[in-house]
């Protein structure tokens, strides 16, 4: 197992050796580098161009450029940002666990909620009252997140003062006022997710049931309480962890609509702020946090995926 993890960490660092330098190589391209934000486009000369080129080290090679970001960056040090005058590390500290905890409740709520809906699904399969969490399932997901944070503000603004809170608290200061300030923006991402939990739960479900040795079992006479919440549903769960592995990476990075419908600095709008003022170290160290947490989070679904099936043990 120490091999298999210390394998797939390596290749963790590679996938995020080559998202910084494309990231880096990216920013090179966007038109309108940071020279032009800082000095303006009107008024100022071609040679005070050159020098602040020169110094902010943006007249080298690329690859000097990456090789000394590269540097730091392995120290931790992912310099300051041009924009701000403030550490990248910093600015990330502050960005990064407002998305996290959105991520982190949001996957939570949907997994609370899918789960149970997905095994109530397989078990009435074909019959009215599954056919009914079906339908509804289909209705929930297709709403479009921005949709459903919308009308949750709106509710909350009009009819759920008790669970609006319209700026965010940090934990450290005060956890009610920080779950105030959270449960409609969760909410507004784990209810579509939380369809897709369920509708892939109830797949992989009836997917296990109709297995030779759940078969035989019934046929046996195994009580189906058993057979179907305890063997079944244990190897149904694996697909359902795989999906949740990869939503969770893609939350990380892709709350930004949700971020700014409910006014939480997190990281995803702290990167598209950045994005437009050319702040590149700030995009650099963003999108890399973002790539880690995604390697961090398949590598925990590889880590379990032998815990639940003793098949995937080599």
Known sequence: MIRYVAQRLAAGAGVLLAVSFLTFWLGTLIPGDLVTVLVGSEGATSEQYRDLRHKLGLDAPLLTQYGRWLRSAVRGDFGKSPITGRYVTDEIARHFPIS?????????????????????????????????????????????????????????????????QASYVPMTENVVLNLRSMILPTLSIAIPLAAMTAQMSRAALLEALGEAYIVTALAKGAPRRNIVYIHALKNALVPVITLQGYVFGSLIGGLIVTEQIFNLEGLGRGLLVAIGQRDYPFVVAGTLMIAAMFVLANLIVDILYPILDPTQRT
Do not use: C, Q, W
Not at 108 to 117: A, H, N
Not at 129 to 154: E, M, Q
């Open 100 to 164: 996290l905890e959105l991520a982190l409740l949001s996957l939570v709520e949907s997994i609370l909620i899918g789960v149970p809906l997905g095994v109530f699904a397989a078990v009435r399969a074909n019959r009215p009252a599954g056919l009914a969490v079906r339908a509804a399932l289909f209705v929930v997901f297709s709403v479009p997140p921005f949709v459903a944070g919308v009308l949750l503000v709106l509710a909350g603004a009009l009819y759920l003062g008790p669970l609006y």
